[in-house]
């Protein structure tokens, strides 16, 4: 097992919020590295989801970039209080879905003892690693 030093987790911490400045990135990728940007109504400065994108983008970054991204490119959305890319949007949806749908509810009830062998199954076995079909691929030449 590796153990992390304190300065490794907060070096990788720091990276991983992108507040390293490594290279300059777009609005759309940062949101998408990120996950989202939170919408916040309280804004002592400024919304919260501009201060954190101004604190990775830097002085280039203007509020108007995430107005134009989400009402005009709509490159990014507005989901229940958080700005996501819209590229994502159909994984959100899938969640939001699912868990609201009683057509959801529905399939598990009907399919219970489907959902009872599953269940025992990866109590008893683990989760199962994917399997990828081994295909050759026929030579040059």
Do not use: C, K
Request: glycine share 6%; aromatic share 4%.
């Amino acid at each position: 097992m590796h153990r992390l030093t304190l300065q490794e987790a907060r070096r990788i911490a720091v990276r991983a919020q992108l507040l390293d400045a490594v290279e300059p990135i777009e609005l759309v990728e940062l949101v998408e590295h990120l996950g989202l940007l939170q919408l916040d109504p309280v804004s002592a400065i400024a919304p919260s989801a501009d201060l954190v994108a101004w604190s990775r983008l830097g002085a280039g970054y203007d509020a108007g970039l995430l107005t134009r991204a989400v009402e005009v490119d709509r490159t990014l959305t507005e989901l229940i209080a958080e700005i996501r890319s819209t590229r994502q949007l159909p994984i959100y949806l899938g969640f939001t879905a699912w868990g609201a749908s009683s057509g959801a509810q529905r399939w598990l009830t009907v399919n219970d003892s489907f959902r009872r062998d599953v269940l025992a199954r990866l109590e008893a076995d683990g989760p199962l690693q994917e399997r990828r079909p081994s295909h050759s691929l026929p030579s040059p030449g």
